[in-house]
């Protein structure tokens, strides 16, 4: 069964590097011709922007959950594309952007980002979740990450209880294309569902 919606976790800033942007303009032109419904964190700057204009403007749909206390201090989030849904706090907004996806994507960001992945991850090692999670790794963007979760792995934190997952016993896939990364979301997710 094809991918109905995902989510997309970025970065509020645009970084310094155009090919952040290109990704995210990659990404949000494959969902959209794919059809499937952008969830993200709402607001309307940097790669958050981007991906959410790249799917509106290609015939997509797209909806944004904002937590109350931003939309107070900057009410101009509310012009954000497609639909938007006020929450109480990030956290709910999270619970909101994890259940209404089948699968979890994330660009290049900054501390939001990081901590956006980092739990979805922990979520899904917990099996609060299974649902498959994809890193856009842009211009090897994610390397820390990644040589870390290997070091964790290699150090004892990360043990063989957590490898009971596709992509080679990580808990998450890794790709700098965005139609290979939703490529294989769309069959893990498939292989989920099927079990």
């Not at 931003?70 to 907004?93: A, C, W, Y």
Request: hydrophobic content about 40%; glycine content about 10%; aromatic content about 8%.
């Amino acid at each position: 069964m094809p991918l109905q919606a995902v989510t997309v976790f970025c970065g509020s800033s645009l970084g310094n590097n155009p090919k952040y942007e290109e990704a995210a303009r990659a990404l949000g032109k494959s969902l959209a011709e794919k059809g499937v419904e952008l969830i993200y964190g709402g607001g309307n700057t940097g790669l958050m922007g981007v991906v959410s204009k790249m799917v509106h403007d290609n015939g997509g749909k797209v909806t944004g959950f904002l937590p109350e206390f931003f939309v107070t201090k900057s009410p101009s989030l509310l012009e954000s594309i497609g639909k938007t849904v006020i929450v109480q706090d990030m956290h709910t907004r999270k619970q909101n952007m994890l259940e209404k996806a089948d699968a979890l994507i994330a660009l290049p960001g900054g501390y939001g980002t990081a901590e956006e992945l980092m739990e979805m991850i922990t979520w899904r090692q917990l099996k609060l979740h299974n649902k498959p999670i994809g890193v856009v790794n842009t211009c090897d963007y994610y390397k820390g990450i990644i040589d870390w979760v290997s070091h964790a792995k290699h150090s004892g934190f990360i043990g063989a209880h957590d490898n009971n997952f596709a992509n080679n016993g990580s808990l998450f896939m890794v790709s700098e294309d965005c139609d290979d990364l939703l490529q294989r979301l769309a069959e893990e997710s498939d292989k989920i569902l099927q079990s």
